[in-house]
C-alpha cells in the first residue's frame, strides 16, 4: 500500500531528527573500527586509498592462514604486495626487502604479520573456543547488549562435517544455558511487547548442516535439513534458546524459507515461536518473500523473528547470474537496496505483532528510519531490536543503547581459519566505496549526507546504452544459452512431466534418413535406459555396407548444391534450428536423462550447450564467409575466401549425445558440407531428434543424413570410402587412432587427403597447491572427477596434492566423496548415475582391481542397494605410483587417484607424465605457482581455482594436443576452418597501363 506524501513527509522528518540524536551521541564515544587507530585500522585506510592494493592485500589475508613456515609467509606476502609496492608505507616496503633477503627477518616479519592479522581477525570473530566466547557474551550483557552466536566453519562438503556442525550447536547450547541462567536480568534484553525473551540466542546455516543441499532436489533437501534442524530446535526448546535461520546465498533462499516453514508447521512445533528467519532486502523479490511469511505466519498463529539485512553475497550474486546468463536478483544501485530496506522495515513493524522485527544495520539512516517509522505507527519500544555484527560500528551500538534501544551483536565463533571467508566479508564492508562506516568513521561525511534519503544520484548527460536486437542485416552478439535455473519451481516442475511423456514414447522405431527418405534395413539397433536396462528407450534401423553407400551418393549429389548456398542461407538455418532446439529443451534433456543416464542439470547443461554451437557456428561463418581483401598495392586486388571440403562423416560419442553431435555436424553444414551423422550405437535416439529438428529447420534432402550402425562395420566403411572429404570424430584414443590410420589410406579415385578432425580423451589432472582453499579445491575436485559417473573425456582422474595439504585434502575428498548420492538419473537428488552398459561397467570394475593390487583403496562406495542399472560409485586410490597404470590409462568411470608431491615443480611432472594433454586444473592462491601453471601445465584446457569440466562455447574453446586430438578447438574461433579449404584470388586489374578506380573492374 503506497505511504500517503503527508505521512512519508512527517516520517522523513522524524527520521532526521532522530538521526541527528544518534549523531550527537557519538561524539562521545571512543574509537572504533576505521577510526585510523592502531596498525590494522592504518592498514585498511592504506588499503582504500588504493582498490588493486586492496584486492592484494585481503588476498594475502585469505590465504595466510594456510602458510606454515615463515618463508612461505614472506614469499606470498611479497607476491600480493610488491607489485604495489609504491603504495606501501615506507616502514613495510623496507621489511619486505630485507626479510627476502635474511632468515631472521623472515621470521621477525612473518611472526608481525601473523600478530596483526589475528589482532584484525578478533575484532570481527569473538574467539575459537566456548569459554573465550563467554567472555565476550559476558562482556556484551554488562554493556546491556544482547548476542547471537553464528559458529564458523569449512564449508560443509560431506555428512560427517554436517554432523560434527550439528554437535557444535548442541554444545554451544548445553555450554551457555548454566551460566546465562546466574545473568542478572535487563528489562531491555530479556523481554518484548510478547514477553520474556531467551537470553541464549544462536545463528545457524542450512547448508552447513546437509552437504547435499540442492534446490533441484527440494523434497530431498527439506527432508535431510529437518531431520537435523529438527533436533537443534528441540534442544534449544528445552534450554529456552532462541534460534535463527540465516540466509545465505539467493541459491539457497527458497529452500532455507520452504525448510523453515515445513518444520515449524509440524504438530510438534506449531506454537514454538523462538525462532526466526532472515530477509535480505538488496533481493528484488525480497518484498513478496515477506508477504509470504507474513500470510504464512497468519495461518499458523504463533509469531516468528525476522532479521532484515541488506546482504552480505552482492559481488556473488552479479558475477554468478551473468556468468549463467540468468537474471540479476539483487538491486544493481545501493540506494535501490536502501530504499527496499526501509519500505520492508516498514512492513516489519506494521506486523510486529506477528513478525518479530530486528533490524539488521550499521547506517544511521536506515536506524533512524525504523525508529521514526516505530513512532509513526505507535509500536512499543520493545518489540524492536537492531542487530549489527562484532567488531563493527560500536560507537552506533553504545548511542542506541543510550536511547534505550534493544540492540543484539551478531558474534561469530570460530577458528581464524575456518572463519577467514566471514572475516574477508567484513573487511570488504568496511572498505568499500558505499560503506557507511567508511564513509562516517574514515571519511567523516557530514551527517546531513549521511542522512539523505536514498535515491538515484544525478549523473549530467549521461546517454541510456541502446539495446542490443536483431537487425535486417546481422544477428544479435552471441551469448550462451543459459542452464535453467533450478532455484525456480517452474523449472523444477518442467523435468518430471517431460520424463514422464518421454517415457510414453519408449519402445518407437526410427529408420535412416537418407536423402530426405526414411530407410528400413533387416536389422534394428536397441537404446536401453541404463539405469533400468530392462527398458528400451527406442528402436531405429541398423545401417549396412549398402545402405552407407547410400548415404554417401545422397550426400555427394546434395554437396553440389549445398555448397554454392550463401553462408547466411546457411547459417540462417542454424538459428532456426536453434530457435527448435529451445522449444524443446526441456523434453530433449528428459531423453538424454533416459538413454544415456544424465542427471537433470548434466542432461539440461548437453542441450543448452547444443543451442550454443548451432548459434555460435552461425555467426562464426557469417564472419568467416566474407572475402577478405589483402593488401594495398595499385594494379591488383588479391582477395582470401574459403570454400567446403566436400562430404564430412560425423562420428559422435554418447556421453554428450546431442551436444558434440550437434557441434560437429553444425560446423560441417554450416561450412557448406554435406554431412552423415554416425551415432554412437548407445545413443541413436538422440541422434534421430537431432536429425528431426535439422530437416524441420528446412535443411535441404541429402545435406544432413542420419546412419546409425556398428563402428566396426558402418564407421570404417565410411572412413575409407573416396567419397569421404573429412571426418569429423569424438571418441576414445583406440578408435581415433584406427581412424586416423585408415583416412590416411588414400585410393586411386580420391580426390585428395582426407581431413580428420579427432578428440580422443584425457589423463587428467588437478593439482592442488599447499596454499589451496580446501574448500573450494574438494567440491572442484569432487564434481570434476565423480559428475556423470567420471564418463567425461575432461573429468578428472588424478588428484596431486602439494605437501602439507595432502592429508587434510585426502580426509576431506574422502568424506566428500562418499556423501553424493548414487541412483538413478531421474532421482532430482542423483549425482552419480549409472554407467553406460555392461561392456562399460565391466571395464571400469577391471581397473578398479587393478587400483587395489598397485596402491590404497580409500574409498570403495556401496551401491549394492541399487538392483538394476550398472552402477559403479565413487572410488578413491591413494598412495598411487606414478608409473601405475590407473595412474595413466583413461578410465572414463568414477575412479580418482591421489598423488603425493613434495614440491609444486614435482606435481607439474606428474601431471605432465601422460600421453594426453586435454584439461587440467590448479587450485593455488600463489600468483607465482599460478603464472608457472600457466606457462608448464601442457593441457589444451587449464582451469584455476575452479571445476575442470563444463567447457562453455565461445568462452573456454575446448580441445587438447598429443594424443588427445588432432585439429583446433570445439567452440572457438577457428575450429570452422577445418571444414573448409583456404583460396587465394589474384587479378591483375592493370589494362594498356590504365588501372580502373576502385570497385570498378570490368
Known sequence: MEVPEKVRQQVERDTQEIGRQIFAHLQDTSPSILSRDGWDERLLTW?????????????????????????QVVHHLSEYLAPHEKALPGLIRWGLRVASRRDLAARALALAVRHAARRLARRFIAGATIEEALRVVQALRRRQMGFTLDLLGEATVSEEEAEAYQRRVFTILDALTPHARQWEPSPLLDRDHRGPLPSVNVSLKLSSLYSQLNPLDQEGSVEAVKARLRSILRRAREVEAFVTVDMEHYEFKDLTLRTVKALLDEEEFRGHEDVGVVLQAYLKDAEQDLHDLLTWVERRRASIGVRLVKGAYWDYEVVIARQQGWAVPVFMEKWQTDLNFEKLTRVLLEHCELLRPAIGSHNIRSIAAALAWARRLKVPGESLEFQMLYGMGDPIKDALVRLEQRVRVYTPLGELIPGMGYLIRRLLENTSNESFLRHSFAEYWSPEDLLKPPGPVPVSGEVPAAPIGVTHAEPTPFRNEPELDFTHEEHRRGMPEALSAVRSQFDHFHPLIIGGEEVRTTRDLVSRNPARPEEIVGRTALADLHTAEQALDAARMAFRGWASTSPRTRADLLFQAAALMRRRRVELAAWEVTEVGKPWREADADVAESIDY????????????????????????????????????????????????????????????AAIMKPAEQSPVMAWHLMTIFQEAGFPAGVVNYLPGLGEEVGEYLVTSSLVDLVAFTGSRGVGLRIYELAAQTRKDQRGPKRVIAEMGGKNAIIVDEDADLDEAVRGVVASAFGYAGQKCSACSRVIVVGSAHDAFLTRLVQAAASLKVGPPEDPGTVVGPLIDEEAYRKVLRYVEQGRRESRLVLDTDVSHLKTGCYVGPTVFADVPRAATIAREEIFGPVLAVFRAAEFEEALEIANETEYALTGGLYSRSPAHIERAKAAFQVGNLYINRKITGAIVGRQPFGGFKMSGIGSKAGGPDYLLQFMEPRTITENTLRRGFAPPEGDRA
Open 47 to 71: 588499503a582504500m586509498r588504493d582498490e588493486s592494493l586492496k584486492v592484494g592485500l585481503f588476498r594475502f589475508i585469505d590465504v595466510l592462514p594456510t602458510l606454515t613456515t615463515s618463508e
Open 614 to 673: 548451432l548459434e555460435y557456428y552461425g555467426r562464426e561463418m557469417l564472419r568467416l564467409g566474407k572475402v577478405q581483401r589483402l593488401g594495398e598495392a595499385p594494379g591488383e586486388v588479391n582477395e582470401y575466401l574459403y570454400q567446403p571440403r566436400g562430404v564430412a562423416v560425423i562420428i559422435a560419442p554418447w556421453n554428450f549425445p546431442l551436444a558434440i553431435l550437434t557441434g560437429m555436424t553444425s560446423a560441417a553444414l554450416v561450412t557448406g558440407n
